[in-house]
């Protein structure tokens, strides 16, 4: 198990492409949520990774739950292996292309893919995280300066409104989709 420490905030489009420009990698991720529960969601991740000109596919498991303070979540994370992808279509689901842009804090620009029969629970299509690597305690200040330093503009810190947390997001496809769909626009796009 391990410590998260990280805020969400809404960005405008302006700033979502000038922060894609400075990205310094991209990765394609899809995400099943086994089970989504107030304070606990266990889902399956997997991420199209670029490297050495390849695209690399990799498989995880996670376990979240929420404690008392909102940008402090308990994480545990391994790899998985899946054998009936099937399954997973008929469970709520994100997509999304991650634009990394900073690694340590690490910065991430999360940019929602939507298709023809899968729409999200929001109207915004950019989430801007920071996670803080270092365990110790953090305020709102400290996520505040990265901001600034940066040079970073938000319109809104949503990381206390539930609403915004990617489990609460996804959705199921109203019609099948398939996963060979996804993974071409996720491997175009990254």
């Known amino acids: 198990m391990s410590i998260e420490i990280e805020r969400k905030y809404i960005i405008d489009e302006t700033e979502a492409n000038k922060l894609k420009g400075r990205s310094i990698k991209k990765i394609g991720i899809i995400q099943w949520y086994l089970r989504s529960e107030e304070n606990e969601i266990e889902r399956i991740r997997l991420q199209l990774i670029r490297k050495n000109g390849e ?54 620009l999360d940019e929602f893919i939507e298709f023809e029969y899968l729409h999200y629970n929001i109207n915004e299509r950019y989430l801007l995280e920071i996670e803080m690597k270092d365990i110790k305690k953090y305020n709102t200040e400290d996520f505040l300066n990265e901001l600034k330093r940066e040079n ?8 206390e409104d539930y609403k915004y947390y990617n489990n609460n997001i996804a959705m199921k496809s109203v019609k099948a989709l398939g996963l060979k769909e996804i993974l071409e626009v996720l491997k175009w796009k990254i």
């Not at 970073?152 to 990381?159: F, L, P, Q």
Request: no cysteine; hydrophobic share 40%; proline share 3%.
């Open 55 to 108: 695209i690399i596919e990799k498989w995880n498991y996670a376990y979240k739950a929420n404690t008392d303070i909102p940008h402090v979540k308990i994480e545990n994370e391994k790899d998985y292996f899946i054998e009936n992808i099937t399954e997973l279509f008929n469970k709520k689901m994100v997509v999304k292309i991650r634009h990394v842009i900073k690694e340590n804090p690490e910065i991430v």
């Open 152 to 159: 970073i503009k938000i319109m809104k810190d949503v990381t």
